[in-house]
């Protein structure tokens, strides 16, 4: 479970394939191998900007004290995450790796007029794919629509000798495939969904029909079906084609799992390497005890100063709440921020004890909760370019309440979107000075407490209730949203409290709570809509949660005047009025959709998100798309990774590891294609 960065608070290849055959193309090599060396005085967290993206860097703070075989380590887990990229690709759409090598070929290779309007549209364009993985908005969800024509694109491949044809060649320009994740049943939820976990001829009703004739061993300790597959019908028949050496994705796989073997040879203790020898065994076999096990190995391993996440992990990418999306985040811990926050985790069964939520629905005894602030040294798949600022996991509720949890913030990775970022657009959207005012002060503050509580309080929170199946097969396609939701307001019942004054995370308790909500408000119920076109409903989960919480917030205290929408100057504002009856507010709904989801009451739960979280006021989006459009500052951001260099000696043993930093986003984009491309166009 993974918290992403949002406009809330802060507000702030020497060689190429060429597509459709083996043979390769050449690539001016200083265009692939461009890095430099950054100083910290000198450090611009800002790369470049294009079309509604940011592209920024980041820094490794701590690396330079780590001994050689702990940066020996972070290598070989960075070239293990890089080395499964492609299955990211191909997750998001089965024609993506065919498209992409075909536009990187032509970038790479033509030598014509790039000076053009139309040449700088497909710049634009290839950009846009690569921080999408693929062909579809990595928010939205929506196809990205080319600014060039059909025309332009078949004239610029036959200019490579570049082969693009078929549906891979008409998909980019037709409205087949238009949405990567659909959540809107009446659409259907696997049929109008371009994500590739499920063959085109599937149905929602295969699949839950699959499924459902899928029994665990233990019924207390369900496996993750479905976690690390396909699901395919072919002749009237329906199978899943597993994702592991010798499988689908095989190519990649046994790369992940070279490296992850040199990992292991310089593991930090015995209890991370037992943990390499688990994945690297669910890696080979697929097999979900394995992954299961593994994941106990992880959550038990505390010691060290190196911890990573590796494999098929997330399920929002999947209407159906089965399918892990790839991903790869490295990380080094840091000491001092690490040991600030720990107190949250020590004190997680007071946070329950204390909670809104039933009595029935509280967990007794929670169960070894960790809490770390680090720094990422490097990440791929599902977490780059667009990275999460916080995760918790395993993701399995029996795993959590039987044996814990592990939460981290990535430090660094706030540390640079807060350097990035202005405050034009707080001051357009804040409606009085102390406002601005209290959100400069304890903005960055308030944020970290949020996320924190989201994580390590949030998801370890509430039980299911005896014999109710587990929140994908009771929540179905509303099981992400209300889970976020659910976190988010546990961080915002308790924000305003005098708990984290009392244990020292927080100077203020009633001005930091304000800051907060005023800007979780200000963002569910107006910035956050700079992200969509107007017209189109809320899709993706977690703008769905916030839209809910603060929509349905301001529908019930609005008898009470809680938020009260006002009008000044011609500029729509919703402005708190009682910040204690809205933390009430707050705690009430906590407390029915953790009911929703103890009980399984999906009834409850399709009323409250479609009421809440979907449906847009269209009046204020057009308002708010016209104030916004005076900012050039992008709303999504997302990071080149630093490059980690091996130094070796005469004999060839690595004697350090350099950072580095790649000087633009295209070099960074066309090295991996070089250097990790394991997959064939079609899988």
Same mark, same amino acid.
């Given at each position: 479970?993974?918290?992403?960065?949002?406009?809330?608070?802060?507000?702030?290849?020497?060689?190429?394939?060429?597509?459709?055959?083996?043979?390769?193309?050449?690539?001016?090599?200083?265009?692939?191998?461009?890095?430099?060396?950054?100083?910290?005085?000198?450090?611009?967290?800002?790369?470049?900007?294009?079309?509604?993206?940011?592209?920024?860097?980041?820094?490794?703070?701590?690396?330079?004290?780590?001994?050689?075989?702990?940066?020996?380590?972070?290598?070989?887990?960075?070239?293990?995450?890089?080395?499964?990229?492609?299955?990211?690709?191909?997750?998001?759409?089965?024609?993506?790796?065919?498209?992409?090598?075909?536009? =990187?070929?032509?970038?790479?290779?033509?030598?014509?007029?790039?000076?053009? =309007?139309?040449?700088?549209?497909?710049?634009?364009?290839?950009?846009?794919?690569?921080?999408?993985?693929?062909?579809?908005?990595?928010?939205?969800?929506?196809?990205?629509?080319?600014?060039?024509?059909?025309?332009?694109?078949?004239?610029?491949?036959?200019?490579?000798?570049?082969?693009?044809?078929?549906?891979?060649?008409?998909?980019?320009?037709?409205?087949?495939?238009?949405?990567?994740?659909?959540?809107?049943?009446?659409?259907?939820?696997?049929?109008?969904?371009?994500?590739?976990?499920?063959?085109?001829?599937?149905?929602?009703?295969?699949?839950?029909?699959?499924?459902?004739?899928?029994?665990?061993?233990?019924?207390?300790?369900?496996?993750?079906?479905?976690?690390?597959?396909?699901?395919?019908?072919?002749?009237?028949?329906?199978?899943?084609?597993?994702?592991?050496?010798?499988?689908?994705?095989? =190519?990649?796989?046994?790369?992940?799992?070279?490296?992850?073997?040199?990992?292991?040879?310089?593991?930090?203790?015995?209890?991370?390497?037992?943990?390499?020898?688990?994945? /690297?065994?669910?890696?080979?076999?697929?097999?979900?005890?394995? +992954?299961?096990?593994?994941?106990?190995?992880?959550?038990?391993?505390?010691?060290?100063? /190196?911890?990573?996440?590796?494999?098929? /992990?997330?399920?929002?990418?999947?209407?159906?709440?089965?399918?892990?999306?790839?991903?790869?985040?490295?990380?080094?811990?840091?000491?001092?921020?690490?040991?600030?926050?720990?107190?949250?985790?020590?004190?997680?069964?007071?946070?329950?004890?204390?909670?809104?939520?039933?009595?029935?629905?509280?967990?007794?005894?929670?169960?070894?909760?960790?809490?770390?602030?680090?720094?990422?040294?490097?990440?791929?798949?599902?977490?780059?370019?667009?990275?999460?600022?916080?995760?918790?996991?395993?993701?399995?509720? +029996?795993?959590?309440?039987?044996?814990?949890?592990?939460?981290?913030?990535?430090?660094?990775?706030?540390?640079?979107?807060?350097?990035?970022?202005?405050?034009?657009?707080?001051?357009?959207?804040?409606?009085?000075?102390?406002?601005?005012?209290?959100?400069?002060?304890?903005?960055?503050?308030?944020?970290?407490?949020?996320?924190?509580?989201?994580?390590?309080?949030?998801?370890?929170?509430?039980?299911?209730?005896?014999?109710?199946?587990?929140?994908?097969?009771?929540?179905?396609?509303?099981?992400?949203?209300? =889970?976020?939701?659910?976190?988010?307001?546990?961080?915002?019942?308790?924000?305003?409290?005098?708990?984290?004054?009392?244990?020292?995370?927080?100077?203020?308790?009633?001005?930091?709570?304000?800051?907060?909500?005023?800007?979780?408000?200000?963002?569910?119920?107006?910035?956050?809509?700079?992200?969509?076109?107007?017209?189109?409903?809320?899709?993706?989960?977690?703008?769905?949660?916030?839209?809910?919480?603060?929509?349905?917030?301001?529908?019930?205290?609005?008898?009470?005047?809680?938020?009260?929408?006002?009008?000044?100057?011609?500029?729509?504002?919703?402005?708190?009025?009682?910040?204690?009856?809205?933390?009430?507010?707050?705690?009430?709904?906590?407390?029915?959709?953790?009911?929703?989801?103890?009980?399984?009451?999906?009834?409850?739960?399709?009323?409250?998100?479609?009421?809440?979280?979907?449906?847009?006021?269209?009046?204020?989006?057009?308002?708010?798309?016209?104030?916004?459009?005076?900012?050039?500052?992008?709303?999504?951001?997302?990071?080149?990774?630093?490059?980690?260099?091996?130094?070796?000696?005469?004999?060839?043993?690595?004697?350090? /590891?350099?950072?580095?930093?790649?000087?633009?986003?295209?070099?960074?984009?066309?090295?991996?294609?070089?250097?990790?491309?394991?997959?064939?166009?079609?899988?």
């Amino acid at each position: 479970m993974k918290i992403k960065y949002v406009l809330g608070t802060a507000l702030i290849v020497s060689t190429l394939f060429s597509c459709g055959e083996s043979k390769k193309a050449e690539k001016p090599e200083e265009v692939v191998e461009a890095t430099e060396v950054i100083t910290e005085n000198d450090f611009n967290y800002e790369v470049e900007q294009f079309a509604d993206i940011k592209i920024l860097r980041y820094q490794i703070p701590g690396f330079d004290q780590l001994s050689l075989k702990q940066k020996q380590l972070v290598y070989y887990l960075t070239q293990a995450g890089l080395s499964g990229r492609d299955i990211m690709w191909d997750q998001n759409y089965r024609h993506n790796l065919e498209i992409r090598r075909a536009l =990187e070929n032509v970038y790479a290779n033509y030598n014509g007029d790039k000076n053009s =309007e139309d040449w700088k549209k497909f710049e634009v364009y290839l950009k846009r794919v690569w921080f999408s993985n693929g062909i579809h908005h990595h928010y939205s969800n929506d196809k990205i629509k080319p600014e060039f024509s059909s025309d332009y694109l078949k004239s610029l491949l036959d200019a490579t000798k570049t082969t693009l044809e078929g549906e891979a060649f008409e998909v980019i320009f037709n409205d087949k495939d238009a949405k990567k994740v659909n959540l809107d049943a009446k659409k259907g939820l696997v049929k109008g969904s371009a994500v590739n976990f499920y063959s085109p001829n599937m149905t929602k009703a295969d699949v839950e029909k699959f499924y459902k004739n899928k029994k665990s061993p233990n019924p207390a300790e369900p496996l993750s079906f479905g976690l690390n597959s396909k699901l395919v019908k072919e002749d009237g028949k329906v199978f899943e084609k597993v994702w592991k050496s010798g499988g689908m994705y095989g =190519e990649a796989i046994d790369k992940v799992i070279f490296w992850l073997e040199k990992a292991k040879g310089v593991a930090e203790n015995e209890d991370q390497a037992k943990a390499f020898d688990l994945l /690297i065994k669910y890696y080979q076999t697929g097999d979900l005890k394995t +992954w299961d096990a593994y994941n106990i190995a992880w959550v038990n391993t505390l010691k060290g100063d /190196i911890d990573y996440i590796n494999s098929f /992990i997330e399920v929002y990418n999947d209407p159906m709440g089965y399918k892990g999306s790839y991903e790869s985040i490295i990380q080094i811990k840091d000491f001092e921020m690490s040991k600030k926050m720990a107190v949250l985790a020590e004190n997680a069964q007071w946070f329950e004890d204390n909670s809104s939520i039933m009595d029935e629905h509280k967990k007794k005894k929670v169960v070894g909760v960790s809490y770390k602030t680090v720094n990422v040294a490097g990440e791929a798949g599902d977490a780059s370019p667009s990275t999460p600022i916080g995760v918790n996991l395993p993701n399995a509720n +029996w795993i959590r309440s039987t044996h814990g949890s592990k939460s981290v913030s990535l430090g660094n990775i706030i540390n640079a979107y807060n350097n990035a970022g202005g405050s034009s657009r707080l001051e357009e959207f804040a409606f009085s000075e102390k406002e601005v005012e209290l959100e400069k002060k304890h903005g960055k503050l308030a944020d970290k407490m949020h996320t924190a509580l989201h994580e390590v309080i949030g998801h370890a929170s509430g039980q299911i209730n005896p014999g109710v199946g587990t929140p994908k097969e009771t929540m179905k396609n509303y099981a992400s949203t209300l =889970e976020e939701a659910r976190a988010d307001l546990v961080g915002l019942y308790y924000l305003p409290g005098d708990k984290l004054v009392e244990l020292g995370l927080s100077p203020n308790a009633e001005e930091v709570g304000i800051a907060a909500y005023d800007g979780y408000i200000r963002n569910g119920l107006m910035t956050q809509l700079i992200r969509l076109n107007l017209g189109d409903d809320i899709e993706e989960a977690h703008m769905r949660n916030r839209q809910l919480v603060a929509a349905w917030a301001f529908e019930k205290g609005e008898k009470d005047n809680v938020i009260e929408k006002v009008t000044k100057d011609g500029k729509t504002y919703f402005v708190i009025r009682d910040y204690k009856k809205l933390q009430d507010l707050f705690g009430q709904l906590l407390r029915e959709i953790q009911r929703i989801k103890s009980e399984g009451d999906f009834e409850a739960a399709e009323a409250l998100v479609e009421t809440y979280g979907v449906k847009v006021d269209q009046d204020i989006h057009k308002e708010v798309l016209e104030r916004n459009a005076k900012f050039k500052s992008a709303p999504y951001s997302g990071f080149v990774n630093p490059v980690l260099e091996p130094v070796m000696d005469a004999n060839g043993n690595i004697t350090d /590891i350099k950072v580095v930093q790649p000087k633009g986003f295209d070099a960074q984009m066309l090295k991996y294609a070089k250097d990790y491309s394991f997959l064939p166009n079609k899988n």
